[in-house]
């Protein structure tokens, strides 16, 4: 990657979580009432790993 890709993908990462609940809300209709990021260590088989994961419940009590 060139830096001014590393620093992009960066800035976004820091930024998505931050408004993650915003956009369950906002775009995707669901009203959380719990969001916690989960451990991003996952066996993946191309050695790549998330940059983040969410667990959301919503008002239904639903994951």
Known sequence: MSP???DFDR?????LKEVAEAV???IIGIEA???ET???K????D???ADF???VNDNKNQN
């Open 42 to 45: 996952l066996p993946i088989t």
């Open 24 to 26: 369950l809300r906002k």
């Open 11 to 15: 800035i976004l990462k820091e930024n």
């Open 33 to 35: 009432i719990s969001v």
């Open 53 to 55: 994961i969410l667990n």
């Open 4 to 6: 001014s890709t590393r």
């Open 38 to 40: 989960l451990d991003t």
């Open 47 to 49: 050695e790549r790993e």
